[in-house]
Structures are given as structure tokens and as C-alpha cells.
């Protein structure tokens, strides 16, 4: 199958095949015939399956062949994405597929003055990629008009949702024109993402490119135990013995982010962090100098989990695993992209232990635990799998004290050589769904 046989006119062509894409991905080969033939789309795609062109370029032709010009302060598409690095990336993207095209395209997102956005929607854009809180207050300020919205794309879908933009995304719906095309991605299709898709969506074609909620795999993973204390000793240790040259490391916290990163510089490792609490400007230009290999270790919160394509990463570590377990296949999916394989570490500490069976369950896999010498935890990550069950090993039995003399009185139980042990389970009860995954979390 070709791009050209996907029914895409000669513009859209010469740009894919400037930018090197000769086969359409699978994602790509059954949405962009779905979004021009104007169906409305429920896809789940992982990340790096080339989602955004199985969206945008089918978009930009819709665009060119149909619909009036777009008029002053209004947009002719609307693209949602969770970040605004995201929204810059997936921004990128679409400036890319439409550089042949008479379109205009533009970003807008919070944490950067609204002035300029204003400004520069006046003369109205073709499409408009934005986070929804920006959205929201360019339309409260009629800096936007959405009556003229032709199609909507929810990208990343589940992530808006983790990131609590639920009142936004219910804001934004009642903002819209009833008579519009939807897209709606996500890496993940929880109870919470099907039914925003009930209400947004009509007789949407659904398109699942991999099986539901497994990790890449093209990423091998494994899981290495320590006590939480020596994470970041075990970590130095592992990138001077593998000789890491690139990583994307993930920390919980953002203090867990300036911490990690203040003791990688004081060592004198060129490391960088990203996280919620620093300007946009110094949280893209420390992602460009990391894309461009100018900074060797980027540490991040999960600001960065979802849809970042980072050409070629070769390896991701998870510092602390996600709270919630669908964040570790956004983080993994981080590297082994576009065909290319990757590596995913996950340091763990026994504290952790819950969040690693949620996420066994959730990617229906044992991940390997991989033991290092001299870092074998004195707290015990006990043993899990992907049943999602924790098995904590049962205590020995203690011997008595010795009886004689006054003192306590002793309450423990010897227990012969031969006699069975007293009945202590050994197998703590089983969860049925990923433990951590309770719902949004605050807007960070
Ligand atoms: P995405 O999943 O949209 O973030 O895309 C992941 C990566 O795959 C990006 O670097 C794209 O430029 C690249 N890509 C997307 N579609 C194709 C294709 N058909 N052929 C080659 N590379 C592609």
C-alpha cells in the first residue's frame, strides 16, 4: 500500500515523501480514508505508531478541498492536546504536512503571555493545536470564534483526562458547533475516555492498531530492585557501567526531579530536568538541547510521559514508577519508536511494590528483575506477576525466648522441625483492577 493509493492529493504526497515516509503505517492506512470520507473516529493508538499524520493529513486535505475560507478570529480545526509540549510537537508535525499547502497552522498554550496568541488569531488560523485551559480563555476573551470549526481532533484523550481537564473538555463541548467531525485518540481506552466518546463522538469508526494496553514491544524491559535510599547511587553506578550516552529518566516528584538532577550536576554530569513548576521556554529549550544531544540526561515528571518523539532515544528509566500504571507505557513508549528498539529500566524499591504489580497487570507481563551486585536491597521488593498478586514470603518463625527468669510473659509459638507452620497467608488478596488507576488526578 502506498500513500497515494490512500486516495491523498499530489501536495500531500511530495511532503510525505520529503519528510522519508514511503508506507503508510497501519494507524495511518485506516485512518486517513476514515477522516476524509468525514466519519468521525474513535482510534487507540499507541504512541510512535504515526498517529498525528493518520490524523493531520487526511485534516489538511479536508481543508484544501472543502469549506469556506477561515474568517478573523476563528479556526477551521482544532487539534487538543494535553501538554504544551505536545501541542508545540504535534504542531510541528502538521507545519510539516502542510508545507505545500495555502493553510495556516498555529500553537497555543498556557504559561507564555495570551497577547501575542491573540494577535496573531485575528486574521483567523486553518488549524489551531492548544491545550484546553489556553482555549478556554482565548474564546472567554473573543479572541476566538469556534463557529466555523469543521473537524475536531482529541489527541491523547486519556492524558487530558489523568491531567483533570474533564470540566474543560466539558466547557469546550458545549463551545462547539453540533455539526462537526471528531477524532478522538488514545493510547488507552478506559471507562472514563468511552464515555466522553459517547458524548462527543457520532457512529465513530473505531480503530485499535495494537492490543489494548500492552506495552510496546520493541522496548525491553526489566525492573532492577534497591532500597529507595541508594536510587540514585544505583543509578550513577548503571549509567557509568552501561556507558549511557542519551536517557530519559522519569522521577515522581518535581522535587524528586531538581533533587536527582542537582546530584547528577554536582558529579558533573551534564544532566537537565523538566517539570510542571519551570517556565515553557526553559522546559522546550532544555527538551530541544536533550533532542540535540547537548544535554545527556533528561530527568522529568510525567509532563513529559506522553507523545514526546525523541528521534532514536535509546533508553528510558523510571527512577520511581508512575503512579498511575497506563503512565509507564507512555514513558516507555518514549524509545523503541518509529520501528527502532529501545530499553526501559524501571529502578524499584519495595515501598513501590503495588504500583509494579499494577503495572504487570496492566501490560500482561512479569517484568524481569535483574539483581546488582552490591545494590541488593536490605527491604525486599516482594515477588509479583501479572496476575497482579504480591507475594509476600511468610515470616520465620521465632524462636522463644528463653522462659526462665521473670520478664514479659512470651507470647510466640515454636514450632518443631516437622510441624507445619502456623497458618499465616502468604498471598495477599488479589485486586481486580490496576491499583493506582483511581481516577483523575488534580490539574498539575
Ligand atoms: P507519532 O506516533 O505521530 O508521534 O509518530 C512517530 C514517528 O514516526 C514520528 O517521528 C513520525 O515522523 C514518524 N512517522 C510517522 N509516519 C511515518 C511513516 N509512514 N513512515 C515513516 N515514519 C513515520
Avoid at 468521525?40 to 493518520?54: E, N, P, S, Y
Avoid at 470540566?167 to 493510547?187: C, D, G, H, V
Wanted: proline share 6%; charged share 25%.
Amino acid at each position: 500500500m502506498t500513500f497515494a493509493t490512500l486516495g491523498l492529493i499530489e501536495p500531500l504526497l511530495r511532503a510525505l515523501e520529503t519528510l522519508g515516509y514511503q508506507t503508510p503505517t497501519p494507524v495511518q492506512a485506516q485512518a486517513i480514508p476514515a477522516v476524509l470520507a468525514g466519519r468521525d473516529l474513535m482510534a487507540a493508538a499507541q504512541t510512535g505508531t504515526g498517529k498525528t499524520a493518520g490524523f493531520a493529513v487526511p485534516l489538511l486535505q479536508l481543508l484544501t478541498m472543502e469549506g469556506p475560507k477561515v474568517a478573523a478570529n476563528s479556526a477551521r480545526a482544532l487539534i487538543l492536546c494535553p501538554t504544551r509540549e505536545l501541542a508545540e510537537q504535534v504542531h510541528a508535525s502538521v507545519a510539516e504536512y502542510a508545507q505545500n499547502l495555502p493553510l495556516t497552522t498555529y500553537a497555543v498554550y498556557g504559561g507564555v503571555s495570551i497577547n501575542p496568541q491573540m494577535m496573531k488569531l485575528r486574521k483567523g488560523v486553518d488549524i489551531l493545536v492548544a491545550t484546553p485551559g489556553r482555549l478556554i480563555d482565548l474564546f472567554r476573551q473573543n479572541a476566538l470564534k469556534l463557529n466555523q470549526l469543521q473537524t475536531l481532533v482529541l489527541d491523547e484523550a486519556d492524558r487530558m483526562l489523568d491531567l483533570g481537564f474533564s470540566e474543560e473538555l466539558a466547557n469546550i463541548y458545549r463551545m462547539l458547533p453540533k455539526k462537526r467531525q471528531t477524532l478522538l485518540f488514545s493510547a488507552t481506552f478506559s471507562d472514563e475516555i468511552r464515555l466522553l466518546a459517547g458524548q462527543m463522538l457520532n457512529d465513530p469508526l473505531t480503530i485499535e492498531v495494537s492490543p489494548r494496553n500492552v506495552a510496546a514491544n520493541t522496548v525491553k524491559q526489566w525492573v532492577v530492585p534497591v532500597d529507595k535510599k541508594r536510587k540514585a547511587e544505583l543509578f550513577v553506578h548503571l549509567m557509568r557501567k552501561g556507558r549511557w550516552k542519551q536517557v530519559l529518566v522519569f522521577a515522581k516528584t518535581r522535587n524528586g526531579v531538581d533533587a536527582l538532577v542537582d546530584k547528577l550536576q554536582g558529579l558533573g554530569i551534564n544532566a537537565d530536568g523538566i517539570h510542571g513548576d519551570k517556565p515553557q521556554a526553559t522546559r522546550q529549550r532544555a527538551l530541544d538541547r536533550f533532542k540535540s544531544s547537548d544535554v545527556q540526561i533528561l530527568v522529568a515528571t510525567d509532563v513529559a510521559a506522553r507523545g514526546l518523539d525523541i528521534e532514536d532515544l535509546p533508553l528510558v528509566v523510571n527512577f520511581d514508577l508512575p503512579i498511575v500504571a497506563e503512565d509507564y507505557i507512555h514513558r516507555i513508549g518514549r524509545t523503541g519508536r518509529a520501528g527502532n528498539t529501545g530499553e526501559a529500566i524501571s529502578l524499584v524499591c519495595a515501598d513501590e511494590v503495588n504500583m509494579l504489580s499494577a503495572i504487570e497487570m496492566l501490560t500482561r507481563q512479569t517484568l524481569a528483575r535483574h539483581m546488582e551486585q552490591d545494590f541488593e536491597p536490605e527491604h525486599r521488593v516482594p515477588d509479583t506477576d501479572a496476575s497482579g498478586q504480591v507475594v509476600k514470603k511468610p515470616k520465620k518463625p521465632k524462636k522463644p525466648k528463653s522462659s526462665g527468669g521473670g520478664g514479659k510473659r512470651n507470647l510466640g509459638k515454636w514450632v518443631d522441625s516437622g510441624e507445619v507452620a502456623p497458618a499465616e497467608p502468604s498471598i495477599k488478596p488479589v485486586r481486580k483492577v490496576p491499583v493506582f488507576n483511581t481516577g483523575p488526578r488534580k490539574k498539575k
